[in-house]
C-alpha cells in the first residue's frame, strides 16, 4: 500500500501511525515540509494485561509431544535421521533486540508462550526465547538496467523498473541482477531469554534448518538486510543478505549438554568458565548442581574434542588452556585424567605451564605415562618445547617427591637430540623441526638437574660439546651458559662448568686476535657475483686507493648491484643520485668490518667478565684476555 500524504491545503495535516514492528518506509520530501512525530506507547504497570484464552487441552497435547521427543532425541542420531536435539519455533511479530522478552510478546505470540511455558516444564524441557539470524552471501549477475540508470536517484513514482524487477539492493540505482549460488551461510541463534526474565550465559548457538517449525519457514521471507557489491579485480559481484527473526527454542533437560557442546568450543569453553567461577565463589561442594552441570558439560566437550588437524590452529593451546583452568578450578580430576587421555594427539606446545599446574591433582605416575607420550611424538620436531615441558613438570608439577618418574621421559628427548633414537611423528603431524637455541639448552640442564640424571646431563653435555655447528658457541651456548650462572642451584654442576670453559677458549681466542683499523682504502671483497658490473666493483674494494666509485646504469643494474652488497655485507655505502638519466649509484668505502669487529671485541669482554665473576675457572678476570680495549 502507497500512502499519499501531501495536500495542496497548507491547513490540512495528513498523517500515518506505524507500530514497531509494521515495516515500512518513507520516501523523500520532493517538495514543501514534513513532520515527523517520534514516540513510545507503554503500558503502565498498573494496567493488568488482558490475558489470552485458556488452551488446556492443547497444553496437555504439546507436553506429549515434548515428552516424546526427548525420549527419541536420547534413543536416536540425528545424523542417522532421529530426531533433532533441538527446535525453533518462529514467532508471528517482530521484535527488536532491546524489547524482546516474554513479557512483552504480542497477541498469538504471548498465546503460544502461555502454552510452551507451562508444556516445556511438565515435559522437562527447557524453553528461551531468542533471535534467530541468518545470514548469506551470494554470487549475483547483472541482468541489465532500468530506465534510471545515470541518475542519482531512482522516480519514486515507479514501484519498479522497466524490466520489471525491484531495486533490491534499495541503493537508489536502479540495477537489475538475479541471484547465483549461495558462497557462504551463517544460522545463529543469540541474545537468549529466560521466561522468567533472566539472561542465561549462552553465547551465539549454531542451528540446522530441519530444527526449525516448519523447516522451510524462511523460504518465502523477504530479507530484513540486503546489500548488494559489484565486481572488484578478480572478485565477481555478490550480494549480502541477513534475515532476522524472534523465536522460541525448546531442548529436553536431558539434552542440555549436548546441545551446548554441538555448538563449538567458543561456546562451550566461556560458559565452562563461568560455571566454575560461580560454583567457586558459592563454596559449595562437588555434589552441588552448579557442579555437576560443569562436570557433565566437560565430558560432552572432550567426547568432541577436535581432532589433530585442529592442533596446528593458532589458537588450539589456548582452547586446552582454558579447558585445564576450568578443571583445574572444579578439581575435576576425572575430567582432566579425561583430557591427559587425548592430550598427546592434540598438543601444540603451548599448554606446558597450565598443564604442570592442573596436573597436580592427579597421581604422578598418570600424569608422567602422559608427558612420556607426549615427548616421544614431539621431541624429533620440538625438543626446545619439549625440554621446557619437562621442566615444567619437575619445577612445578607433581613430581616433588618422585621426580625418578620423569627419567624415562627425559631419557628419550637426550636420546632424540643425540641421535640414538628416532621416534615416529604425530599422526597426522606436518610441523618443521625446531632450530637448536639458547633456551633449549638452558632448559635440558636445568630439567636434568631437576630430576637428578647425571647419566643423562654427561651424555647430553658430550654432544653438546662435539656438535658446534647446531650447538653455536657464540648463538647458543654462551648465551646459555650466561643464563644458567646466574642460577646459584646451576653454578656447581658439573656440565655447566664444562661449557663455560669451552666458552671461555672460544672467546679468548677471538679477543687475543689482532684488531687494527683499515689503514688505507683498501676492502675485502666478499662479493659472490661474477657479473660485469659487480667484478669491476671488486676491483674497486681491493683498490688502496679509490675511496668512491660511480655506476652509472639503469634502474634493474642499480639494484642488483645493491642487493649484491647487501649479501656480502661489504664495507660500503650505498646512495642513488638523481641528476642526469640514468641515475648512478655512488659507493663510498667505509669501516663496517672493523665497527663489527671492536663491537664484538667490547661484548666478548663483558661476557668473559661475568663468566670469571664467580672466580671458579681459576686466575683473575680477563687473565690471557689480551689488551683491555679494541684497539
Keep these: 500500500m502507497c500512502l499519499d500524504l501531501g495536500g495542496s491545503d497548507s491547513a490540512v495535516v495528513s498523517f500515518a501511525t506505524f507500530y514497531a514492528d509494521c515495516v515500512h518506509e518513507v520516501r523523500p520530501v520532493t517538495s514543501g515540509f514534513r513532520p515527523v512525530l517520534i514516540y513510545n506507547l507503554v503500558r503502565t504497570k498498573g494496567r493488568q494485561a488482558s490475558a489470552p484464552p485458556v488452551y488446556d487441552k492443547e497444553q496437555s497435547a504439546i507436553a506429549a ?37 516474554f513479557g512483552a510478546l504480542k497477541n498469538a505470540d504471548a498465546a503460544a508462550a502461555s502454552v510452551l511455558v507451562r508444556a516445556a516444564a511438565e515435559a522437562d524441557c527447557e524453553l528461551y526465547l531468542a533471535l534467530v539470524s541468518i545470514e548469506e552471501m551470494a554470487s549475483a549477475e547483472y541482468i541489465g538496467y532500468g530506465r534510471d540508470y545515470g541518475r542519482r536517484h531512482r522516480d519514486w513514482d515507479e514501484d519498479e523498473d522497466e524490466e520489471g524487477e525491484d531495486d533490491d539492493d534499495g541503493d537508489g540505482d536502479g540495477e537489475d541482477y538475479e541471484v547465483g549460488d549461495i558462497i557462504e551461510r551463517d544460522l545463529t541463534v543469540s541474545d537468549w531469554r529466560h521466561p522468567d526474565g533472566s539472561r542465561p550465559a549462552i553465547h551465539s548457538l549454531p542451528f540446522q534448518e530441519d530444527e526449525l517449525c516448519p523447516p522451510e519457514y524462511f523460504d518465502d521471507l523477504e530479507p530484513d538486510e540486503q546489500h548488494f557489491h559489484e565486481a572488484t579485480g578478480n572478485a565477481g559481484a555478490t550480494l549480502e543478505r541477513t534475515y532476522r527473526q524472534a523465536a522460541f527454542v525448546l531442548w529436553p533437560r536431558a539434552q542440555r549438554m549436548d546441545v551446548l557442546s554441538s555448538a563449538g568450543l567458543h561456546v562451550t569453553l566461556p560458559y565452562l568458565q563461568n560455571l566454575a567461577a560461580r560454583w567457586e565463589r558459592s563454596g559449595a561442594d562437588q555434589g552441588a548442581p552448579l557442579w555437576c552441570e560443569a562436570h557433565a558439560l566437560a565430558a560432552c566437550m572432550l567426547r568432541d574434542w577436535p581432532g589433530v588437524e585442529d592442533s596446528f590452529a593458532a589458537n588450539s593451546a589456548d582452547k586446552v588452556n582454558s579447558m585445564l583452568k576450568s578443571l583445574a578450578q572444579l578439581r575435576d580430576t576425572e575430567s582432566l585424567d579425561a583430557l591427559l587421555s587425548i592430550l598427546p594427539g592434540i598438543y601444540n606446545g603451548g599448554e606446558n605451564k597450565a598443564l604442570a599446574g592442573a596436573a597436580r591433582l592427579l597421581p604422578a605416575a598418570r600424569v608422567a605415562e602422559c608427558v612420556g607420550q607426549i615427548i616421544a611424538w614431539n621431541a624429533q620436531p620440538i625438543p626446545g618445547i619439549c625440554a621446557d615441558l619437562l621442566l615444567h613438570m619437575c619445577s612445578s608439577g607433581p613430581f616433588g617427591d618422585s621426580p625418578e618418574l620423569l627419567h624415562p621421559a627425559a631419557t628419550v628427548l637426550v636420546q632424540t637430540l643425540t641421535g640414538q633414537r628416532t621416534n615416529p611423528a604425530r599422526p597426522g603431524y606436518s610441523r618443521r623441526p625446531e632450530p637448536v637455541t639458547s633456551g633449549l639448552v ?10 637428578d640424571a647425571p647419566a643423562l646431563d654427561a651424555l647430553a653435555l658430550a654432544h653438546v660439546l662435539q656438535h658446534p655447528v647446531p650447538y653455536d658457541l657464540d648463538a647458543v651456548l654462551v648465551p646459555a651458559v650466561l643464563a644458567l650462572s646466574e642460577r646459584a642451584s646451576m653454578v656447581q654442576m658439573a656440565s655447566v ?37 659487480c667484478a669491476e666493483l671488486g676491483r674497486f674494494l681491493e683498490d688502496p686507493q679509490r675511496e668512491r666509485c660511480v655506476l652509472k646504469a639503469g634502474q634493474a643494474v642499480r639494484g642488483h648491484v645493491e642487493d649484491s652488497i647487501r649479501t656480502a655485507a661489504c664495507d660500503l655505502d650505498c646512495e642513488t643520485s638523481q641528476v642526469g638519466r640514468p641515475y648512478s649509484l655512488i659507493c663510498t668505502k667505509n669501516q663496517a668490518s672493523y665497527q663489527r669487529g671492536a663491537q664484538q671485541r667490547m661484548d666478548d669482554l663483558r661476557k668473559c667478565a661475568r663468566m670469571e665473576a664467580d672466580g671458579t675457572n681459576g686466575g683473575p678476570a680477563g687473565e690471557g684476555a689480551g689488551p683491555s680495549n679494541p684497539d
Design 442 to 451: 638452558e632448559d635440558l640442564f636445568r630439567m636434568l638437574a631437576g630430576i
Design 65 to 101: 509431544l515434548l515428552r516424546r521427543w526427548g525420549d527419541d532425541a536420547q534413543a536416536q542420531d540425528v545424523a542417522d535421521g532421529g530426531a533433532p536435539k533441538k527446535v525453533i519455533y518462529p514467532l508471528e511479530h517482530a521484535y527488536t533486540q532491546a524489547e524482546l522478552a
Design 497 to 533: 662448568q664444562r661449557m663455560r670453559a669451552a666458552c671461555l677458549t672460544h672467546l679468548r681466542k677471538r679477543i687475543g686476535e689482532s684488531l687494527q683499523p683499515p689503514k688505507d682504502f683498501a676492502r675485502a671483497n666478499s662479493l659472490r657475483c661474477a657479473c660485469r658490473d
